[in-house]
């Protein structure tokens, strides 16, 4: 019993000590003591009164897009082309699944035809793009390893997939000939 009372005074001892010698080595100015826990780096602050508002999808509108395309990361040159083809595949609603019949406010209302359903979202990418149980190439799950039809409903990851489709073969797996027989 002694001897756990000897070592326990010796730790109690010794951490009073370092106590000590940290209060010692403390900073004299409290100010000093607050800039210190200061973070390294602050977001900036906004010096905008108005805030972001979110986009409002509107069935036939693509005001919204060219600034979303640049995000995404499609050139400049390319964006009225992919307008004309967000209009045609979803009508500019990136909630829409392939067959879905659309309200004025993008709202789903019904499904017309149930054979391309996985056709998904602006572009309506295809499940041949990102589901690797059809294709064992699809670029879309390959390069951005998105491989399921749910975040390509997100304007944003639809467009940056359809930017991928893009890089590998232009507009072309939007031509229309591609999948119906041209005149």
Same mark, same amino acid.
């Given at each position: 019993?002694? /001897?756990?009372?000897?070592? =326990? ?14 209060? $010692? *080595? ?8 607050? /800039?210190?826990?200061?973070? !390294? ?19 036939? +509108? ?7 395309? %640049? ?29 879905? /019949?659309?309200? %004025? +406010?993008?709202? /789903?209302?019904? $499904? ?6 996985? +056709? ?12 690797? *149980? ?15 039809? +749910? ?13 991928? !489709?893009?890089? =590998? ?11 119906? %027989?041209?005149?």
């Amino acid at each position: 019993m002694r /001897i756990l009372t000897a070592i =326990l005074a010796t730790l109690t001892s010794l951490t009073v000590s370092l106590g000590l010698a940290q209060a $010692v *080595s403390a900073p004299t100015h409290a100010s000093d003591a607050v /800039i210190a826990l200061q973070p !390294l780096w602050q977001p900036p602050v906004a010096d905008r009164l108005d805030p972001i508002q979110p986009i409002r999808y509107r069935h036939g +509108d693509t005001s919204w897009l060219p600034s979303l395309a %640049k995000q995404a990361g499609w050139p400049d040159h390319a964006i009225p082309q992919l307008t004309q083809i967000v209009l045609r595949e979803s009508g500019a609603c990136p909630n829409r699944k392939g067959g879905d /019949i659309v309200d %004025k +406010d993008c709202n /789903i209302t019904g $499904v017309s035809e149930w054979n391309h359903r996985s +056709d998904t979202g602006l572009l309506q990418i295809n499940g041949v793009n990102y589901d690797l *149980s059809r294709n064992k190439w699809a670029a879309v799950c390959r390069q951005l390893d998105i491989c399921t039809q +749910d975040p390509l409903l997100d304007p944003l990851t639809n467009l940056k997939a359809g930017l991928v !489709l893009y890089n =590998l073969s232009g507009f072309e797996p939007w031509d229309p000939c591609n999948w119906k %027989k041209c005149k």
